[in-house]
Nanobody
Framework: QVQVVESGGGWVQVGGSLTLSCVVS????????MGWYRQAPGKERDMVAT???????NYADSVKGRFTISRDNLKNTVYLQMNSLKPEDTAVYYC??????????????WGQGTQVTVSS
C-alpha cells in the first residue's frame, strides 16, 4: 500500500517561514510529478507548486518568489519551503505524487493534508 505522509505544518505569524515535507513509501516502482496543493475553507483545492523528476518546477502566481519546491528522488520526498507567509496562505496543504507501483500501475496518490495557519 502506498503511503503519502506530510509534515511540517503549523502556526506562524505573517512574514514567517515554514517548510513542509512529504514522504512517499510503499511498493513504488517510480514517481513522476510531485506537487503541493492547498485548500482553504469553503474553497476548491488549488495547485501551489509541482516538480518533475528532472527538477522542472511550476508555481501558482500567488506564491512565485516566496515558495520553493524541491525533491529528493532517492528518498521519495518532496519539500515546500514557504517564506514571507501571508494570511491568505492559510489552508490545508496536500502532497500529491504520481507514482507507478508494481501492483496498480500509475496513479495519483494524495496525503492526508497538513494545516498551515498564518496569523496577523
Amino acid at each position: 500500500q502506498v503511503q503519502v505522509v506530510e509534515s511540517g505544518g503549523g502556526w506562524v505569524q505573517v512574514g514567517g517561514s515554514l517548510t513542509l515535507s512529504c514522504v512517499v513509501s510503499g511498493p513504488i516502482k517510480s514517481i513522476a510529478d510531485m506537487g503541493w496543493y492547498r485548500q482553504a475553507p469553503g474553497k476548491e483545492r488549488d495547485m501551489v507548486a509541482t516538480i518533475t523528476t528532472g527538477g522542472s518546477t511550476n508555481y501558482a502566481d500567488s506564491v512565485k518568489g516566496r515558495f520553493t519546491i524541491s525533491r529528493d528522488n532517492l528518498k521519495n520526498t518532496v519539500y515546500l519551503q514557504m517564506n514571507s507567509l501571508k494570511p491568505e496562505d492559510t489552508a490545508v496543504y496536500y502532497c500529491n505524487a504520481y507514482a507507478t507501483t508494481w501492483v496498480r500501475g500509475s496513479y495519483p496518490y494524495w496525503g492526508q493534508g497538513t494545516q498551515v495557519t498564518v496569523s496577523s
